[in-house]
C-alpha cells in the first residue's frame, strides 16, 4: 500500500496534487510519501515485536538525509555501505551506536570516519579487511565491534545482478570456512566479535530462501557458541522483494518475514537487526516526467520524456518494470495505445518499456513512475549532461524540495580548465 492515488480525477501525493509540485519545481523529479516510508518502517518494527531487535534501513536505496531524519526520528538505525553514507546518517541526526557499516571494500579512512563518529558495528567481509580494522582500531586506541557477513550458498531466486548470497558472489566468507575466521577475528587486539551478518540478496519474492539462510546462521551460532565466541547479535540483512506490477502475485509481507525469523532464530536469545531498503523505500516514491514528444515509428508510437536513464537506471540496468501512469487519471474504457516509452539520452537502453499498453497521452502531459523510491534518485548520473534532478518530500498536504536541481553553471563550473590549456 503507498499514498499515490487518483482523487478527483489527478494523481495525489498524500493530498498534495502531484501537478502542483510539478508547477513549482518542473520536471522530471522524483516525490516521496513520508507517510508510506513510516508506515513501511513501522511494519518491520511490529513484525520483530516481541524480540530484542533495531531496524537498520538499508539508506543506499534513498539516501536523502530528510528521509534518514523521518525514519531515524521514528527509530530506525541505518545500513550504511561508504564513508558518505556514514556521514549523510550522521547529518542527518542518526547517532552512531544504531548505525551499521557494510560493505566489501571498506576503506582505512571510512573505516576511521566510522569509529571516530561512534559505530554500532562493522558487519566484516573478509579476513584482509579484518585485519586493517583492527590495524586501525588499534591506532586510534579502540576495539571495533564486528560480526562477520557469511555467504551461505542459498539461491536467492531473483535477478543475477542483485543476488549475493552464492558461492560464486563476491559477498561474505563461505560459511564454510566461518570457524576458521572466527577464530582469526578473535586473536586480533583491535576487534570484538559480537555477532554474525547475513544478506542474500535484493528483490526476493518468495521467503524460502531466507529459511535456509537463517537456519544455517542458526546452526553456525550454535557452532561458534560451542567454540567459545560471544554470539549475541544477528544481523539477517535485507532484501525483502516488493511487487512493481500493480497485477502481479505480492511478495511475502514484513510481517510473514518477522514470523518466519522468529521461528528460525528466535530461540537463540540474541538482538535481531534487520536491514531492508527497498521495501522501505520503493513504494513510497515516484518519478515524475512530462512527454515532450509522441514520435510515430516504424509499426510503434514513441513516447518520449523529459525523464532518461541517467535518472532511472533501474530498466536499463536490471530490465526492471516500473507501472507508468498518467497524472491526470484516465476515464475508464479510454483509449488505450501501445507506446515504446523512452528517455532523451543517445543510448538504445534508454528505453523505460516497451510495447507498453497507456491511456492515449498528448505531448505536455505527464506521467509517474511507480515503486521509484528505491535506487532511483541514489543510482543517478548526470550523464548527457542532464543536472540531477529535484527529490521532494511530501507530508500530508505540504511539500518541500529536499534537494533542489542544481543550475547547468553549478554543475559545468565543477570542471576546470588547467592554467597550461
Ligand atoms: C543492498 C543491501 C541491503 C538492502 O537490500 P534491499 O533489497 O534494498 O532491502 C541490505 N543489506 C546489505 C548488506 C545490502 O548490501
Known sequence: MDHFLYRDGQLMAEDVAVTDIAAAVGTPFYAYSSATLLRHFKLFDDALAGTD??????????????????????????????????????????????????GIGKTRDEMRIALEGGIRQFNVESEPEMQVLSDVAVSLGMVAPITVRVNPDVDAKTHAKISTGKKEDKFGIPISRAREVYATAAKLPGLKVIGIDVHIGSQLTELEPFRLAYRKVAELTETLRADGHEI????????????????????????????????????LGCEIEIEPGRLISGNAGILVADVIYVKEGEGRKFLILDAAMNDLIRPAMYEAHHDIIPVQEPAPGED??????????????????????????????????????????????????????????????????IRRRPTFDEMINRDTIPEWL
Open 232 to 267: 549475541t547479535r544477528l544481523d539477517l540483512g535485507g532484501g525483502l522483494g516488493i511487487p512493481y506490477a500493480r497485477d502481479n502475485n505480492a511478495p511475502p509481507l514484513p510481517l510473514e518475514y518477522g514470523a518466519l525469523i522468529k521461528e528460525e532464530v528466535g530461540h
Open 53 to 102: 531487535h533495531l531496524v537498520c534501513f538499508a539508506m543506499k536505496s534513498c539516501s536523502n538525509i530528510a528521509v534518514l531524519k523521518l525514519l531515524g526520528d521514528a527509530g530506525a538505525g541505518m545500513d550504511v555501505v561508504s564513508g558518505g553514507e556514514y556521514l549523510r546518517a550522521k547529518a542527518a541526526g542518526v547517532s552512531g551506536d544504531k548505525i551499521v557499516f557494510s
Open 336 to 401: 488505450q495505445t501501445e507506446y515504446d516509452i523512452v528517455g532523451p539520452v543517445c543510448e538504445s537502453g534508454d528505453t523505460f518499456a516497451k510495447g507498453r499498453n497507456m491511456p492515449t497521452l498528448k505531448a505536455g502531459e505527464l506521467v509517474a513512475f511507480r515503486s521509484a523510491g528505491a535506487y532511483g534518485a541514489v543510482m543517478s548520473s548526470e550523464y548527457n549532461s542532464r543536472p540531477l534532478i529535484p527529490e521532494v518530500l511530501v507530508h500530508g498536504d505540504q511539500f518541500a524540495v
